[in-house]
């Protein structure tokens, strides 16, 4: 059984969807742990700390195209530097982010 993960907005989650990546408050303080089994009592709390989406795990079905998550993956990221080309660190962020998801070697 293969899993992928995708980034999905805190409204599209649901109780039992499992996490695929630890969540951080905007101190960077760690607030769930990979694995964690998502609750109503969770998600309500997620909305307090203005989490707006979240890296849920999804099983791999036979004839889906694994490359469209790293799609969308690396979409993601190009959206998130998209402000960000002036100083001399989210360059080379950005490309080790893109490489790291796409499963090369930097």
Known sequence: MAMSHKQLPIDQVM????????ICN??????????????????????????????ILFEITEGEDPTQNVQEQCAR???LFRKHAADDASPMLKSLLLHYRAGEAA
């Open 77 to 79: 990221i190009e959206h």
């Open 26 to 55: 905007a101190v960077g303080t760690v607030l769930l742990v990979p694995g964690t089994v998502m609750s109503e009592a969770i998600l309500t709390s997620l909305h307090r700390h203005q989490i707006e989406s979240l890296p």
């Open 15 to 22: 109780p039992g969807m499992v996490l695929a990546d630890q």
